[in-house]
């Protein structure tokens, strides 16, 4: 049976991640608790709106009420990487070669490496950014779609439109697929065809209950597993069409009680699943066998993530009910 180390944080935890297999529990109020043999807090700034991992290099990347947008290194020391004062930093993203993107209002910036920086303007507000896992590009989520832009090189930005607020944007792991998650009760996704001035095709993945706060992509990009559901709602990815014309998975079905978080396993095809009644089950996708991590707890799961090996899993809550599950106990 996994074990369950309790953590008791004050206020709203934004994000837990694992650097060097070292958990991170980051505070909205700008407090970053690691746990490396006890407990070590590091102030980042008055109030923190986004975290996210780097997904190059042991580090997180935060933005916040302060304008500043900062790296946090897995021993604990910041470094700031842009300042925008009197600007809310709500949206981050790491990129190849130590690129950050962050933005507010309608502008997206992308801070390279060697000390420039890329602007790029919408005509609606910026409500998500995403790096491709190939070449320097990002995708820009706004109201009707999604603009993606070459970092790099002065080539005319892609439209993808379609109607509606989005508010968050992912790449697929193969770079073929764009999906976004939308104001309504829905994902949105394109198919992105790599033949110049082709449209992409769209995947309209609708029938959720709820808004979809959360998503993750399997280790190997054959799943994306998504939040909005009692249950977490697992749609296939392995087809060339992806989804399209696919009924997605749902695993670890709970009655009317609301998967609010989601995270893959780093190697296997299992997912974590976290919800409102702090509840935390890890499901198999290939044959849906379930095992519960955590029993019901203080406030919905809101962050997930796995250490390397995929023998601890941390999660954190609306109600800094936190911890960390050993599953080889």
Not at 132 to 154: C, D, E, F, M, Q
């Amino acid at each position: 049976m996994p074990t369950v180390a309790p953590v008791d944080i004050d206020g709203h935890v934004l994000a837990v991640e694992f650097l060097n297999d070292v958990p991170y529990f980051v505070g909205a109020a700008g407090t970053i608790h690691r746990f490396e043999g006890g407990e070590r807090v590091t102030e980042a700034g008055q109030g923190l709106l986004t975290c996210v991992r780097d997904g190059y290099s042991e580090s997180l990347i935060v933005g916040g009420e302060d304008g500043k947008v900062q790296r946090i290194a897995a021993d604990g020391s910041i470094s700031l990487i842009a300042e925008a004062p009197r600007k809310w930093i709500t949206q981050v993203a790491s990129g190849p070669q130590g690129a950050v993107a962050y933005a507010h209002g309608k502008t997206t910036f992308v801070a390279l490496s060697d000390g420039s920086t890329k602007e790029f303007t919408e005509e609606r507000t910026v409500e998500g950014i995403a790096f491709a896992p190939k070449g320097l590009r990002i995708a820009v989520a706004r109201y009707n779609g999604v603009t993606l832009h070459w970092v790099g090189t002065s080539g005319a930005p892609v439209n993808l439109e379609w109607k509606g607020a989005h508010n968050g944007v992912t790449f697929s792991p193969d770079g073929q697929f764009v999906v976004t998650t939308m104001q309504e009760n829905a994902l949105h996704g394109w198919k992105l065809d790599p033949k110049a001035g082709t449209d992409a095709r769209h995947m309209r993945m609708t029938g959720y209950p709820a808004k979809v706060k959360s998503l993750s992509w399997s280790a190997k990009g054959k799943w994306l597993a998504s939040s909005g559901a009692p249950a977490a709602i697992v749609w296939p990815f392995q087809g060339k069409d992806g989804p399209m014309g696919k009924a997605p998975l749902e695993l670890g079905s709970r009655a009317n009680i609301m998967a609010t978080c989601v995270r893959f396993h780093p190697a296997e095809d299992i997912v974590a699943i976290g919800f409102i009644d702090g509840m935390i089950l890890a499901v198999r996708v290939a044959d849906s066998k379930e095992a519960l991590l955590r029993r019901p707890g203080n406030g919905a799961i809101t962050s997930l993530s796995w250490g390397k090996s995929g023998k601890t899993l941390a999660f954190a809550s609306a109600a800094g009910d936190c911890g960390i599950v050993d599953i080889a106990a």
